[in-house]
Nanobody, 118 residues
Framework: QVQLVESGGGLVQAGGSLRLSCAAS????????MAWFRQAPGKEREFVAA????????RYSDSVKGRFTISRDNANNTVYLQMNALKPEDTAVYYC???????????WGQGTQVTVSS
């Protein structure tokens, strides 16, 4: 069982930056692939970025590639999402997820709101 708690969301102007963090409980963090998803109002949840269990393999959606960077610190059971050059269309609730492989997620956090003003 893994519990995930996101933080770092907030309100930022277009072009600005935010760094999201996801703290995981348990002693097996390094055995999980980690990912970030987001859900905007009225839209389905969509994949943003993922990182393999030990890194450095990463995956990004086309909409964030070159602007967002996912990383992990296995010693501190934390995964990060550095978001640069933010756009109003990045506004969403961002969720952290954990699972046994890059595209298989079974644990989810509660989400953190990111709002980008134009």
């Amino acid at each position: 069982q893994v519990q995930l708690v996101e933080s770092g969301g907030g309100l930022v102007q277009a072009g600005g930056s935010l760094r999201l963090s996801c703290a995981a409980s348990g002693r097996t963090f390094s055995s999980y692939a980690m990912a970030w998803f987001r859900q905007a109002p009225g839209k389905e949840r969509e994949f943003v970025a993922a990182i393999a269990r030990s890194g450095p393999t990463t995956r990004y959606s086309d909409s964030v590639k070159g602007r967002f960077t996912i990383s992990r610190d296995n010693a501190n059971n934390t995964v990060y999402l550095q978001m640069n050059a933010l756009k109003p269309e990045d506004t969403a609730v961002y969720y952290c997820a954990a699972g046994p492989a890059l595209y298989t997620y079974q644990y989810w956090g509660q989400g953190t709101q990111v709002t980008v003003s134009s």
